[in-house]
Structures are given as C-alpha cells and as structure tokens.
C-alpha cells in the first residue's frame, strides 16, 4: 500500500522523501515498481489472507477453517468457506488436533452413585438448568496439576473452577463455591458429574442438598454421558499446548488467561460460532426487548439445536 501511494505521489514528491517519510527503501520501491501489477482478485486475496492470519493468531493458533470461516463472516467478510480454506493451505495454517480421551476416575466402592437423569440430553433450554463437572490433570515439571470445572450446558459458559496440586474434594467444592457466588443457581439445578470418589463424598453432596440441587452422574466408564465436559477438556489441554510446564504456577497463569478466552472470545460450533459470553448477552437482550414473549418454547429454540460438540 505505501509503494502504490509512492507511485501515485512521485509527480507531486520526491520519491527519497516519500521513501524516508513511510520508512520504505528507495530500492524496495523501484524493484516493486518493476513487478506485474496485481489483478483485483490477487489483491482481495492477499487482503484476506492478511485477516485469516490475524484470526488465526488470535485464537493462539487453535482456530482451524470452519471457526475462522465464521469469525470473518461475524465481521462482516462475505467470504465461502472452500476460499478460507484454500488460502489456509497457501500459508500452512491449521487448526491444532484434539487429543484421545483417556479415562481418570476413581471411583469409591463405597459410596452411594446417583442415577443418571440427563442421560445425553444436552440441549438446555435456559441458564443455570444442567451444570457439568469433572477433574483433570495437566502435567508439570513439579508434579501434576489438577482443574475441576462446572459448565453451564446451557451456554457451555465456564462458571466454576479450582486448581490444586490434589484432585480432592477440596479442589471440587472450591470450584462449586465460585460457580454459586456467580451465578445463585435456585432450587433444581441438575448436577452431572461422573462418580469420582471427589464427588460422592459427604463434603461435596452436603453442599449440593444445601442448595436443593439434583444430583445426576455418568454410568461406568461412559465418557459420552458428559460429553460436553470432557470436549472442553480436550480443548483447554490441546489449546495450552503439549506441556509439560515447568512450574504450576506458570500452568496456573495459562489456564486462567485460557478460560477468559474460553467464555469471553472462543467460538462455539455448538453456540452458532459465538462465545458463551456473547451467546448469553444475546439471549438477554432478546428477553428484555420482547419480555412478554420469553416462554419455555421460546427459550427451547434459542437453545435447543445444540449438539454435544464444541
């Protein structure tokens, strides 16, 4: 762009001035000058392969063709998909790939196992309805790092988590605490976790009755019954990199500025490629604009074509 305003301008300037003044050589300038010029299409498309490469750096470079596809379109770039996809191979860019589930639940032979009442049912049809739960552990060099998490299924919105250098039912009822101080769940609120021993135990349940919330957890060894979850697993340990990280601290700091990410920026295929943030402040919005016509039906459609898939 400096160079085409270089050779506009050299009638009227100095072409060394213009140089000097846009911080362009002189050299640079006449050996551009000597180039083809570029069609109207080869300059589009160095356009946008200039945006896809600032969305794919904005999303740490996690974002594969259909979420970049959707980011430009969100900013008003009309652009097909087979086009993004096309200049994502000229310059070699790609999403990062999931990893394989592995499972990691300990479950107490003892304790009492709550049935399972979501049974795959993930499309909610408004806000603090089904909260999911779950533990994992992120490697560092001194030791294993443990986040337990409570998603609202509703907006997939990360309302709760804790990190601890113990998967206990400290770690879990940390987590719980921050997700009821942010969001004041009512009575009924469903409960779905697996039937780790962090779960079942007297602490955690205590605080669950405390607030009249129905507990409801996955069958053995049945990573699909909460799948969402464990979606968002896969993409928080895909998008913070392989690790190990040297030290939990430093693994506590990425996680954190993930999260915000996460809820704040990151596009959900689930949500229609919004953020869970974005996706509740429109649901709000709508409420309040056209109050006399929220019903559950209402509610269902704005909520109910979601997938498990993130």
């Known amino acids: 762009m400096r160079f085409e305003f270089i050779r506009a301008e050299k009638a ?38 200039m945006r896809i490469r600032a969305v794919h750096a904005a999303s740490r470079g996690c ?20 086009r993004v996809i096309r200049l994502m191979r000229a310059d070699q860019l790609r999403g990062r790939p ?16 709550a049935p399972n009442h979501l049974r795959q049912r993930f499309a909610v049809s408004a806000p603090n309805r089904v909260w999911t739960a779950d533990i994992t552990a992120l490697p560092t060099a001194e030791g294993w790092l443990f986040v337990a998490v409570l998603l609202d299924l509703w907006s997939r919105r990360l309302v709760g988590w ?5 998967a206990d ?13 942010t ?17 079942t135990s007297e602490v ?11 507990c409801s957890m996955s069958r053995p060894g049945n990573c699909w019954d909460n799948a969402p979850t464990e979606s968002f697993f896969r993409t928080l340990k895909v998008e913070l990199g392989p690790g190990p990280w040297r030290t939990r601290t430093d693994s506590m700091h990425a996680i954190a500025t993930f999260v915000a990410f996460y809820n704040q920026d990151r596009l959900h295929s689930s949500l229609g490629y919004q953020s869970p943030v974005n996706f509740e402040h429109q649901f709000r919005g709508c409420r309040q604009a056209a109050p006399e016509q929220a019903s559950p039906n209402r509610e269902a459609g704005a909520g109910g074509r979601r997938s498990a898939r993130m």
Do not use: K
């Open 98 to 113: 999931r990893r394989r589930f592995r499972v990691t639940t300990i479950s107490a032979p003892e304790a009492t196992h």
């Open 169 to 181: 039912s400290a770690l879990v009822s940390a987590a719980w605490r921050m997700a009821v101080t």
């Open 12 to 49: 009227h300037y100095p072409v060394r001035v213009m140089c000097q003044v846009l911080a362009v050589s002189p050299s640079g300038f006449y050996a551009w000058q000597g180039r083809p010029l570029m069609t109207p299409q080869v300059r589009a498309n160095e356009v946008l392969r």
């Open 183 to 199: 969001r004041q769940p009512v009575a009924g609120l469903v409960h779905h976790s697996d039937r780790g021993a962090q779960y």
């Open 162 to 166: 804790a990190i601890s250098d113990r």
């Open 63 to 82: 974002y594969g063709s259909p979420r970049i596809h959707a980011a430009l379109r969100a900013d008003g770039t009309h652009v097909g998909r087979n």
């Open 204 to 214: 955690y349940q205590s605080l669950l009755r405390a607030r009249g919330v129905q």
